[in-house]
């Protein structure tokens, strides 16, 4: 059984379109994250929410909207995609959202724009 | 701000040699302190973390660090490597009274047969 998991895999569009990308976690967990992973592996957070509310907003485009239905999905809709948004996003979850206990992630959904 | 630096950015070792990758972070509080791993293709795993206590914490396949908090520093160590070891590895620091874990940049190590 998949612990956390995203779809699709692999997302390739065209610039200026819509996609979304789904996260699942079946650990019950209440607290789940995205991440953008760039070309050079750095990984920075997104989001997190907490049991559907939002806890963190990093610096990210407003083109960039979580969705939290509830507390075991995590989905992300991105507006108007840009070439810069061509990354591996990874969405994870853990318990608690003070962050001291270890994240569980996804496989990852690599995104390319063209 | 607070950061987390990891030096070393590609390591190559031969097979059976010793690893020491370094984590360094600039925080003069409390830290929670994780290494995950990631595999070719594959999501990252946790490695071993610290909280508190023993400041040398063992974690899966072999693997150790060291907090030295003189240091701001948790290295992460093996005394021989296998060529499945070949991975991303990231440090990650939560810094005390924030909610966030913030990830160095990784190290790639390559292990060569």
């Known amino acids: 059984d998949t612990a956390v998991s995203q779809t699709p895999k692999y997302l390739v569009t065209q610039m200026g379109n819509d996609k979304s990308i789904k996260c699942e976690q079946n650990l019950g967990h209440d607290t789940m994250y995205w991440y953008k992973q760039d070309s050079k592996k750095f990984l920075k957070i997104m989001f997190s929410?907490?049991?559907?509310?939002?806890?963190i907003n990093e610096t990210v485009p407003n083109r960039f909207s979580p969705k939290s239905p509830d507390k075991a999905h995590l989905n992300l809709h991105i507006n108007s995609l840009e070439l810069g948004d061509s990354a591996v996003y990874f969405c994870a979850s853990s318990q608690g959202y003070g962050g001291n206990q270890p994240q569980h992630f996804g496989d990852g959904t690599r995104l390319s724009i063209l | 701000a607070q950061s987390v630096s990891q030096h070393n950015h590609h390591v190559i070792l031969s097979e059976a040699a010793s690893l020491e990758l370094g984590c360094n972070y600039s925080y003069g509080g409390t830290v929670n302190l994780f290494w995950y791993v990631q595999y070719p293709g594959q999501h990252l795993q946790l490695l071993l973390k610290?909280?508190?206590?023993?400041?040398l914490v063992k974690g899966i396949k072999g693997f150790e660090a060291e907090f030295i908090k003189s240091k701001f520093s948790f290295n992460l160590r093996k005394p021989s490597v296998q060529w499945s070891d070949t991975a991303e590895y990231f440090c990650?620091?939560?810094?005390?009274?924030?909610?966030?874990?913030?990830f160095g940049t990784g190290t790639k190590l390559q292990v060569i047969p």
């Open positions: 610290y909280f508190s206590g023993d400041p």
């Open positions: 929410y907490n049991n559907k509310e939002l806890i």
């Open positions: 990650a620091v939560l810094f005390g009274g924030y909610q966030k874990v913030t």
